[in-house]
């Protein structure tokens, strides 16, 4: 999603989605319904035709966007300035990946310098990558969580500016597991847009401040049952 900031306005919102974005872009376009809400889904603009997102964000009454990736190749930074061009005309401000699978080039972010978002199923800076559920079972991870962290060139590595934990269970399992992380995602991607599109969040060497204070570890989180 993205987001456009004139004082008077609200800042207008745009999803980059994926095949597995519907449910993450409608929490961020059910939070903007909300009049107080300081962002506004200007644009839902995928890579697939089929992503079930369109058809969810069509029937939310979001303007949507495709652009084909097979059309390009191999060629990924021809696609991305492809993708640039779409955000520009829709006058984007701020990009909230939602289940946007492909790696973007380091000459496409660099454009959106602390204005693109994303929401991984861990805590970062743990379970980088993909089966983040299947990870942490396997790990005998204790607590699990998500997160949502500015985009850099490096893969889920941009300073983290909302996360929320889980506790494991002992009976858990990847379905199970995941349900309860994506209740926690679904709170936080609304509320880290939130901060972003109201200027609330800086970054000072390296980690996120939310009105000067700065984001905590996820160590010192405690997790939801």
């Known amino acids: 999603m993205i987001s456009r900031d004139p004082a008077a306005q609200l800042d207008a919102a745009a999803t980059t ?3 597995e974005c519907s449910r993450a872009q409608s929490a961020l376009i059910a939070a903007a319904e909300n009049k107080d809400y300081p962002a506004e889904i200007a644009l839902v603009l995928s890579n697939r035709a089929d992503a079930g997102g369109l058809l969810v964000a069509q029937s939310e009454g979001a ?6 990736h097979t059309a390009f190749g191999k060629d990924r930074a021809a696609f991305d300035a492809a993708m640039q061009a779409v955000l520009l005309k829709h006058k984007i401000d ?8 492909r790696l973007l080039t380091p000459g496409f972010v660099a454009q959106w310098p602390l204005r693109m978002l994303n929401i991984h199923p861990s805590l970062l800076p743990a379970l980088k990558g993909l089966d983040t559920h299947k990870r942490a079972l396997e790990t005998s991870a204790a607590v699990h969580g998500a997160t949502v962290h500015f985009v850099t060139a490096e893969l889920d590595s941009g300073p983290v500016i909302v996360q929320a934990a889980v506790a494991v269970q002992k009976d858990d399992d990847e379905s ?3 349900v309860r992380v994506l209740k926690q995602e679904h709170r936080i991607y609304p509320l880290a847009l939130k ?17 000067g204070v700065a984001v905590p570890s996820s160590a010192s989180l405690v997790p939801s049952a």
Not at 94 to 101: E, H, K, Q, R, T
Request: contains cysteine; negative net charge; hydrophobic residues 50%.
């Open 17 to 19: 989605c994926g095949t």
């Open 176 to 178: 199970i597991l995941a």
């Open 63 to 68: 303007v949507t966007e495709v652009i084909e």
């Open 94 to 101: 701020i990009v909230c990946l939602a289940g946007f699978m």
């Open 195 to 211: 901060l972003v599109a109201e200027g609330r969040v800086r970054v000072e060497n390296g980690r996120c401040c939310v009105d």
